[in-house]
């Protein structure tokens, strides 16, 4: 008889039953806060969908928009129009300027451009590279880029540069 007397109601189905019980004699549902997941087809579902997106989110992230800066190299191609050195704070600066063409319907950022400066022999004199974090080259569009550095030869030996786009972020 003293059972009867500690009773309460099952979280699930409102039954009375023992106080004690961890799990409603009648309906099977532990009594547990929180613990009744596998009777919740909602809130396995709104979990399962964000496993599956968190997962989804991820290899789009690492797996497809990784994937895609190899396309960087075939979509983005770089022209060079000038070159040109400058004297500043008791530093020499080169510049190597030109257009980016976006041959794809990416848009990219972050681009990495390796820059090697040639004399009139055609002999490499200083490479630079440098990711260029504010510039966004829409898709099928053109850009004007320009690579700086601080020079490490003499100004006269800078006369021609060679722009490789070596990667770039690219998203939809
Ligand atoms: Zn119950």
Not at 9 to 23: L, V
Request: aromatic share 10%.
């Amino acid at each position: 008889m003293e059972k009867v007397q500690h009773t309460k109601e099952c979280i699930m189905c409102f039954s009375a039953i023992d106080s004690r019980a961890k799990k409603c004699p009648q309906c099977t549902s532990l009594q547990a806060k929180y613990s009744n997941l596998e009777n919740n087809p909602i809130i396995i579902g709104a979990l399962a969908l964000s496993i599956v997106g968190i997962f989804g989110f991820i290899f789009y992230q690492n797996i497809y928009v990784a994937g895609l800066e190899d396309q960087a190299q075939k979509n983005l191609i770089a022209n060079v129009s000038q070159i040109n050195t400058k004297n500043e704070n008791d530093a020499l600066y080169v510049a190597c300027i030109g257009q980016v063409k976006n041959e794809s319907d990416f848009t990219f950022k972050n681009i990495k451009f390796k820059v090697d400066f040639l004399t009139d022999q055609n002999t490499l004199v200083d490479t630079l590279s440098i990711t260029d974090e504010d510039l966004i080259i829409l898709p099928n569009d053109s850009t004007n880029f320009r690579v700086r550095g601080i020079a490490q030869k003499q100004a006269a030996s800078y006369n021609n540069c060679q722009v490789t786009i070596t990667d770039a972020w690219a998203y939809k």
